[in-house]
T-cell receptor, first 115, second 110 residues
């Protein structure tokens, strides 16, 4: 009974490299959300996707950040040309619907460190 | 001013104590309120989910919402060392855009 699976758990990148974060939602869930968490700050919404569609990317910087949720396979959050300020924990959540009778279930996150 | 305010703690209590965790908010449109528990190096885990005002109880946990005061609480009875974690409140007006508090760190001392 797998929950939301994220990999890798830890990712170290040098400035200028690309980071790819993967998220497999819970079985039966077709709605995926990415959040970013910094120490002493709350979780910040980045993007909401359904299969093959970006529904809302208003929380994601336009430059360097992109997300996808293909028909087959995990959702991917991609950060190009990483900078030190991108260092954070990135959490993926999933739900079976976008209604509130289907609250978000989170994975254990990917901790990105940019050196 | 942040939309959701939460005391970061840490809050230290002896085992068996009743714990009270709170959040205040400014947006009167919020209708749905959640509490998540987050252990170190883990993702948030949903504990309680309530709609509008009132109380909801689940085992040792009670969630309380006072919309007139824009104030929500989570009570933990008979606290255990295993309850030591960061507790996040979250709320929404009815969309998927949850607004999270910064979390309160709780330590229950054996």
């Amino acid at each position: 009974n797998a929950g939301v699976m994220q990999n890798p758990r830890h990712l170290v990148r040098r400035r200028g490299q690309e980071a790819r974060l993967r998220c497999s939602p819970m079985k039966g869930h077709s709605h995926v959300y990415w959040y970013r968490q910094l120490p002493e700050e709350g979780l910040k919404f980045m993007v909401y996707l359904q299969k093959e569609n970006i529904i809302d990317e208003s929380g994601m910087p336009k430059e360097r950040f992109s997300a996808e949720f293909p028909k087959e396979g995990p959702s991917i959050l991609r950060i190009q040309q990483v900078v030190r300020g991108d260092s954070a924990a990135y959490f993926c959540a999933s739900s079976s619907a976008d209604g509130l009778d289907s609250p978000l279930h989170f994975g254990n996150g990917t901790r990105l460190t940019v050196t | 001013q942040k939309e959701v305010e939460q005391d970061p703690g840490p809050l230290s209590v002896p085992e068996g104590a009743i714990v009270s965790l709170n959040c205040t908010y400014s947006n009167s449109a919020f209708q749905y309120f959640m509490w998540y528990r987050q252990y170190s190096r883990k993702g948030p885990e949903l504990l309680m989910y309530t709609y509008s005002s009132g109380n909801k109880e689940d085992g040792r946990f009670t969630a309380q919402v006072d919309k007139s005061s824009k104030y929500i609480s989570l009570f933990i009875r008979d606290s255990q060392p295993s309850d030591s974690a960061t507790y996040l409140c979250a709320m929404t007006s009815g969309t998927y855009k949850y607004i999270f508090g910064t979390g309160t760190r709780l330590k229950v001392l054996a």
